[in-house]
């Protein structure tokens, strides 16, 4: 579940670079004649991408609490994605991403996803789907259909870049008690800036984001007894990660977070920090 409210954004934004260098291929130019040689685009890119977070943080939801230690189960995910460049402003991805909970093993989840992304100079919009599937034992066979869409726009302050967006989601079905686990027909709205700081060449940088969630009836508040679906604000949410470029083709991405919820959201304490890695490998 971690992965569509992520991946809307970074590939929003992914797809404003498509005129930069990294769509652009290396390009090269023959010394004989001192012609240059338009460079040859490709047309596809590929990520694998593996993570540890300390806790299963989505939609300002902890998503798997435990009630031994107060605080939550970790999750350790893998994510394969595979960008079609259809024409220089379309892109369509396709992913799955699949986790797992450390210390509730019996978690296990696996989404698919596609994402359609236009660009229109620096402005890019995107339709997507997603499908959740829950294999862990506890809660066998739950599954979610959602639609989602969104817009982002990207700033460029000499080095530094911010991207600001809007996205929603919504829940297509099933409906609970029918193998869904969120109500059908809510829907999710995040407001988010993203931000790109260059500290050091093309090796290090920093990636703040802040973001404000919105529940249309998507997640369950404890002030009412039983929990319910409730509209209303949702959470406020922090969080930077420090990008590393090992090589050409290997990221390390270790980052921290912080949200702040009030609706008393299942599951959740009103104040949290998290945090965790990943690793990219691109192709």
């Not at 670079?17 to 685009?41: I, M, N, Q």
């Not at 083709?249 to 270790?254: E, K, L, Q």
């Not at 009030?262 to 990219?280: C, D, H, K």
Request: charged share 10%; glycine share 10%; net charge neutral.
């Amino acid at each position: 579940m971690k992965l569509a409210t992520k991946f809307a954004a970074v590939l929003g934004t992914a797809a404003l670079l498509s005129s930069s260098a990294l769509f652009a291929g290396d390009g090269k130019s023959f010394k004989e004649t001192k012609v240059d040689v338009a460079p040859e685009k490709q047309w596809w890119n590929a990520s694998l991408s593996t993570g540890w977070d300390s806790l299963y943080m989505f939609r300002g939801v902890n998503t798997l609490p435990n009630p031994s230690n107060g605080y939550g189960s970790s999750l350790y995910w893998t994510q394969l994605s595979v960008t079609f460049n259809l024409t220089d402003n379309d892109f369509l991805t396709l992913a799955g991403w699949t986790a797992f909970g450390l210390t509730d093993s019996s978690y296990k989840e696996f989404d698919a996803i596609a994402t359609y992304t236009h660009t229109f100079g620096n402005l890019s919009v995107h339709l997507g789907y997603t499908f959740y599937y829950l294999i862990n034992s506890a809660v066998y066979g739950l599954y979610s259909h959602e639609l989602n869409t969104g817009i982002a726009y990207k700033i460029a302050l000499g080095p530094v870049t911010i991207t600001p967006g809007i996205n929603y989601f919504f829940n297509v079905g099933p409906n609970i008690g029918n193998r869904g686990y969120v109500e059908q027909c809510a829907s999710y709205l995040e407001a988010r800036i993203d931000g790109s700081v260059p500290l050091y060449k093309d090796v290090l940088s920093l990636a703040p984001y802040v973001s404000f969630g919105t529940s249309f009836r998507y997640n369950f508040s404890t002030n009412d007894n039983p929990p319910s679906p409730f509209t209303g604000t949702n959470n406020i949410q922090t969080g930077i990660a420090l990008p590393i470029a090992i090589t050409k083709n290997i990221t390390v991405s270790p980052y921290a977070a912080y949200s702040y919820q009030w609706y008393g959201l299942v599951g959740t304490t009103p104040s949290t920090f998290w945090g965790g890695g990943s690793v990219t490998f691109a192709f």
